[in-house]
């Protein structure tokens, strides 16, 4: 019979096999050179980081370098515009009103459907529908920028600070994110200013992590909304399956159908390489490799989830 240190060995193991496996699809993408801070990015640069309900934690490679967590950001701004319309503040239906639930089958920091759906956003993990959010944000929260940075740092257990020069990077090459900002509020669907919104939007862009903390920050989206590790409940049960929908359909952009098919899991990608993937009711799974396919997931992250669901037979389908 196993005993507990005996699977959690097991699952040691096998983090260490799927990477192996995933490892050598990172010579086949492309790191994002938008910015140096990113284009300088070590291509070689691995790590899988998982950890269990009862706080285990199984990691490769790189676990503790840090890396922007770009988009995946767009995840913790979500729930905490959720958080507020929990609270009964009327959000719920604005969110909704102004930003869609669909797939966009287009890039993430495409203009075009902006401009056919008069400044709807088709969803929270695209550029425009993170700015959206922010915008949101920013008329609910006392200090938004801080509410962000207090969610985070709670939920991976420890501070977490900003790459300055990513975001001040960011900021200076925000002309695609000024445009759609811009686009919203010609329609009317911007409350604050273009610089308001994208001084929040490149502030949590920037916010820097590492595999271990983001699998241990998405670790109550797989626990029904309530945060392992303090038993704090983040979000109501009903808003957090709506997060992981979202995630699932949306979080891997023109990808999400691929992400479904392969891996069966909530994902959200950034950028910088990363992506988190949530294992109901058992884990939160982050992987990191900077190089990327096409539509901006990182490709060798895509093999070692496909591969870590297929070992495990973790798909929810
Ligand atoms: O706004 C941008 O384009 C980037 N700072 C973040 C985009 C991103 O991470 C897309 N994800 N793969």
Not at 193 to 200: A, F, M, R, S, Y
Not at 257 to 263: D, I, L, M, R
Not at 273 to 301: D, Q, T, Y
Request: proline share 5%.
């Amino acid at each position: 019979m196993n005993t507990d240190t005996d699977q959690s060995g097991e699952l040691d193991e096998l983090l260490r096999e799927v990477s192996d496996r995933a490892r050598p699809a990172a010579e086949d993408g492309e790191v994002a050179d938008y910015i140096p801070a990113l284009g300088d990015l070590d291509p070689r640069r691995f790590s899988l980081a998982a950890t269990e309900m009862d706080g285990t934690e199984h990691t490769t490679d790189d676990a503790d370098v840090p890396f922007p967590i770009q988009s995946i950001s767009k995840v913790f701004a979500l729930v905490l515009a959720m958080q507020k319309a929990d609270q009964g503040s009327g959000v719920r239906d604005e969110l909704w009103r102004r930003v869609g639930r669909e797939p966009s089958g287009d890039p993430y920091n495409s203009l075009v459907q902006l401009e056919r759906e008069q400044g709807v956003p088709r969803n929270p993990m695209i550029n425009a529908g993170a700015l959206l959010v922010d915008d949101v944000l920013l008329d609910h929260c006392d200090d938004a920028r801080a509410s962000m940075h207090a969610l985070v740092s709670e939920l991976a257990g420890e501070e977490v600070g900003v790459d300055e020069a990513v975001m001040q990077a960011e900021r200076d090459t925000a002309s695609r994110n000024r445009a759609m900002a811009n686009l919203m509020a010609s329609f009317g669907n911007l409350t604050h200013t273009v610089d308001e919104v994208l001084d929040l939007y490149v502030d949590q862009c920037a916010i820097s992590m590492t595999t271990r903390q983001l699998a241990r920050s998405v670790r109550f989206l797989a626990n029904d909304g309530i945060d392992p590790a303090s038993g704090r409940r983040i979000l109501s049960s009903t808003l957090t399956r709506r997060v992981a929908a979202i995630m699932l359909t949306c979080g891997t952009y023109d990808a999400a159908g691929e992400f479904a098919f392969k891996v069966g899991l909530p994902c959200k990608s950034g950028v910088a390489g990363a992506i988190v993937a949530l294992v109901p009711r058992r884990m939160g799974v982050c992987v990191w490799s900077p190089p990327l396919e096409p539509s901006g997931n990182s490709l060798a992250g895509r093999v070692a989830l496909s591969e870590l669901s297929a070992r495990l037979n973790l798909s929810i389908f």
